[in-house]
């Protein structure tokens, strides 16, 4: 059983940043592909961003493009992500996740089958 621990989120202002970690228990983790989404309140969750297991390649969401980076230290078994220029829209429970292995569109969720618990980021304006 893998387990994703999400930390990092909080409160800040506009055009601040933050930067979440994700700790992933196990010895499997530079195997897999891994990924960032979110949930605002009354919307579908949305995927941010995701990183190949080699860390070779980056995916983002067009609405953060240029204002996160996703990251990964395999040998901390630790998966980031960077968030600068943060806006309000940005306000959602952030979660990580492990694609299953052979995925090859990372843009959705259905393409991972483990998840954290979430980290609450809110942004004011």
């Known amino acids: 059983q893998v387990q994703l621990v999400e930390s990092g989120g909080g409160l800040v202002q506009a055009g601040g940043s933050l930067r979440l970690s994700c700790a992933a228990s196990?010895?499997?983790?530079?195997?897999?592909?891994m990924g960032w989404f979110r949930q605002a309140p009354g919307k579908e969750r949305e995927f941010v961003g995701a990183?190949?297991?080699?860390?070779?390649?980056?995916y983002y969401a067009d609405s953060v493009k240029g204002r996160f980076t996703i990251s990964r230290d395999n040998a901390k078994n630790t998966l980031y992500l960077q968030m600068n220029g943060l806006k309000p829209e940005d306000t959602a429970v952030y979660y990580c996740?492990?694609?299953?292995?052979?995925?090859?569109?990372?843009?959705?969720?259905?393409?991972?089958?483990?998840w954290g618990q979430g980290t609450q980021v809110t942004v004011s304006s």
């Open positions: 996740a492990r694609a299953n292995l052979g995925t090859v569109v990372l843009t959705a969720a259905h393409g991972y089958d483990y």
């Open positions: 990183i190949r297991r080699a860390g070779g390649s980056t």
């Open positions: 196990g010895r499997t983790f530079s195997l897999y592909s």
